[in-house]
């Protein structure tokens, strides 16, 4: 059967990028992003999915931001532009290879980007949630989604990775979920990207 990525919370990992406190400033609708990365994780403790974040050179772009909720985290410091250092393999090894991806964070054409080739390398399905990926300039951001969908990631939203996870409203955790989705995700400026196809 043709691989259609649907969504499973038996064999996926949310990969966190590099929502650090310097790249505040600068970054493309951040606090959206955010956001609506701290839904993800949110679900994901709901639904036992194992979280995975990183921080590129913290001592020079400072902690992960509060308000993502990744206090309790151990955020893998990495100077690379992917987030499969050698670390996080071995986290990776530790949950048993997991199949799926969901990745979110910055910078959509750098550490995005090359953590969803090496992820696709391994024979990984990858899921970059778009209103939860961000770079300085939405051009770059733009470009590096359509870039990536070409190499076989699926692009896919907030709300669509959540619904997708519980599938169906007898889910025992559906009330859980149903909550994070009380209002509606922020536009992060993606509408563009889809009246330019």
């Known amino acids: 059967m043709a691989n259609i990525g649907?969504?499973?919370?038996?064999?996926?990992?949310?990969?966190?990028?590099?929502?650090?406190?310097?790249?505040?400033?600068?970054?493309?609708?951040?606090?959206?992003i955010v956001s609506n990365a701290a839904r993800l994780l949110q679900a994901s403790r709901v639904l036992g999915i194992p979280p995975i974040l990183t921080e590129q050179y913290p001592k020079g772009l400072g902690p992960t931001v509060p308000e993502l909720g990744a206090a309790d985290l151990t955020a893998h410091a990495?100077?690379?532009?992917?987030?499969m250092i050698e670390e996080v393999e071995?986290?990776?090894?530790?949950?048993?290879?997991?199949?799926?991806?969901?990745?979110?964070?910055?910078?959509?054409?750098?550490?995005?980007?090359?953590?969803?080739?090496?992820?696709?390398?391994?024979?990984?399905?990858?899921?970059?949630?778009?209103?939860?990926?961000?770079s300085r300039s939405q051009t770059d951001r733009l470009f590096a989604l359509s870039r990536l969908k070409q190499s076989g990631a699926y692009l896919t939203?907030?709300?669509?990775?959540?619904?997708?996870?519980?599938?169906?409203?007898k889910h025992p955790n559906f009330k859980e979920i149903q909550?994070?989705?009380?209002?509606?995700?922020?536009?992060?400026?993606l509408l563009a990207f889809f009246s330019a196809l």
């Not at 990495?78 to 987030?83: A, D, L, N």
């Open 6 to 32: 649907r969504l499973s919370t038996k064999d996926a990992v949310l990969f966190l990028c590099d929502m650090q406190e310097k790249f505040r400033p600068n970054i493309f609708q951040f606090t959206n």
């Open 90 to 134: 071995k986290e990776l090894q530790a949950l048993g290879n997991p199949k799926q991806a969901i990745l979110c964070g910055i910078e959509a054409h750098a550490c995005i980007a090359c953590t969803t080739f090496d992820l696709l390398e391994k024979g990984m399905e990858v899921h970059i949630v778009a209103d939860a990926v961000s």
């Open 179 to 189: 909550k994070l989705l009380a209002h509606p995700s922020p536009d992060t400026g």
């Open 157 to 169: 939203t907030t709300e669509a990775v959540l619904l997708q996870l519980v599938q169906d409203a």
């Open 78 to 83: 990495k100077t690379s532009f992917t987030m």
